[in-house]
């Protein structure tokens, strides 16, 4: 959904690519920093309680440097003509171990129940593979689904916040991620399954 945004957003950012690239940062160096960042993350919820609020205070703002992190690679690649398939490899397999990381710090920290973090974390992973999945079938699936990973990171932003002042705000907050991701991948098979059966039909 805010793949939309997409445009705007790299236009806005390419001042901070370049000056990544000045200093040697790389596409590659971006993606494992993502992985790093949501690694601290999933420790700080994993210790929430631990010199409270410091600790709790630097979590969504370890999500949002992973996040950062995620679109700097992306876009560094773009600008300076650094596309690879290895590079896009590296890029989807990081960025899931990445999001196993802050879902399972989450739980350990006992901000939800062991199911709502197991729903958002299968939701997560299946939005990613029925894109993956699709694209290797040959349908392009950029902006379908209303839960994509940019939206998924902010409302774990957004519940760690609300975290703060309710404790079950988080429960909460995997559940709807665990709704909007499962929706999503729904939304991204049945589209997919729609453009396999008119290229299947459009070839006989």
Same mark, same amino acid.
């Given at each position: 959904?805010?793949?939309?945004?997409?445009?705007? @957003?790299?236009?806005?950012?390419?001042?901070?690519?370049?000056?990544?690239?000045?200093?040697?940062?790389?596409?590659? *160096?971006?993606?494992?920093?993502?992985?790093?960042?949501?690694?601290?993350?999933?420790?700080?919820?994993?210790?929430?309680?631990?010199?409270?609020?410091? @600790?709790?205070?630097?979590?969504?703002?370890?999500?949002?440097? !992973? =996040?950062?992190?995620?679109?700097?690679?992306?876009?560094?690649?773009?600008?300076?003509?650094?596309?690879?398939?290895? =590079? +896009?490899?590296?890029?989807?397999?990081?960025?899931?171990?990445?999001?196993?990381?802050?879902?399972?710090?989450?739980? +350990?920290?006992?901000?939800?129940?062991?199911?709502?973090?197991?729903? +958002?974390?299968?939701?997560?992973?299946? @939005?990613?593979?029925?894109?993956?999945?699709?694209?290797?079938?040959?349908?392009?699936?950029?902006?379908?689904?209303?839960?994509?990973? +940019?939206?998924?990171?902010?409302?774990?932003?957004?519940? !760690?916040?609300?975290?703060?002042?309710?404790?079950?705000?988080?429960?909460? =907050?995997?559940?709807?991620?665990?709704?909007?991701? *499962?929706?999503?991948?729904?939304?991204?098979?049945?589209?997919?399954?729609?453009?396999?059966?008119?290229? !299947?039909?459009?070839?006989?």
């Amino acid at each position: 959904m805010l793949s939309k945004l997409k445009a705007a @957003v790299n236009k806005a950012l390419e001042g901070h690519a370049r000056s990544l690239y000045r200093l040697g940062l790389r596409p590659d *160096h971006l993606t494992v920093l993502g992985l790093f960042w949501a690694i601290l993350a999933s420790l700080a919820y994993w210790n929430w309680g631990l010199m409270w609020p410091y @600790v709790a205070l630097s979590a969504p703002v370890l999500v949002l440097l !992973s =996040g950062y992190s995620d679109v700097m690679d992306g876009l560094l690649a773009r600008l300076f003509g650094l596309q690879s398939k290895r =590079g +896009a490899m590296l890029d989807s397999t990081l960025d899931r171990y990445a999001d196993v990381a802050v879902i399972a710090g989450i739980w +350990a920290g006992g901000l939800c129940t062991p199911i709502a973090a197991l729903l +958002a974390l299968s939701g997560s992973l299946l @939005v990613s593979y029925t894109r993956a999945r699709a694209e290797g079938l040959g349908v392009d699936m950029q902006g379908v689904g209303i839960a994509e990973r +940019a939206e998924r990171l902010i409302l774990i932003v957004l519940a !760690s916040w609300l975290t703060l002042a309710w404790p079950y705000a988080m429960e909460i =907050g995997m559940l709807v991620l665990a709704f909007l991701t *499962h929706l999503t991948a729904v939304q991204r098979t049945a589209y997919a399954l729609r453009a396999l059966r008119t290229s !299947s039909s459009a070839s006989s």
